[in-house]
């Protein structure tokens, strides 16, 4: 019903940026919550950041200040702009939806950041 693409990963050294987009396309409401999780090897999947369709958002404590979550409502569009990347941020980032109660995910994209 709902289907979530991602794209902007890749291969980073420590101090760099990216940036990750997020297209969610098929049953989409006005009233949801996009967000980024993310999850490395031997860990379990994490919150990065979220943000409702009103603007409000939510970080993990750790990536305050370094991260930064918008969207685009009109384009269905969640982006994760990352600063200042550290090898520990090396991981798959999922893309999240949550609209009345039920939760979508993408297939994730792979970030990786060399020391």
């Known amino acids: 019903q709902v289907q979530l693409v991602e794209s902007g990963g890749g291969l980073v050294q420590a101090g760099g940026s990216l940036r990750l987009s997020c297209v969610a396309s098929?049953?989409?409401?006005?009233?949801?919550?996009m967000g980024w999780y993310r999850q490395a090897p031997g860990n379990q999947r994490e919150l990065v950041a979220t943000?409702?369709?009103?603007?409000?958002?939510n970080y993990a404590d750790s990536l305050k200040g370094r991260f930064t979550i918008s969207r685009a409502n009109a384009k269905n569009t969640v982006y994760l702009q990352m600063n200042g990347l550290k090898p520990e941020d090396t991981a798959v980032y999922f893309c999240?939806?949550?609209?009345?109660?039920?939760?979508?995910w993408g297939q994730g994209t792979q970030v990786t950041v060399s020391s």
């Open positions: 943000i409702t369709s009103g603007g409000r958002t």
């Open positions: 999240w939806v949550r609209q009345y109660n039920n939760d979508y």
């Open positions: 098929g049953r989409i409401f006005s009233n949801n919550v």
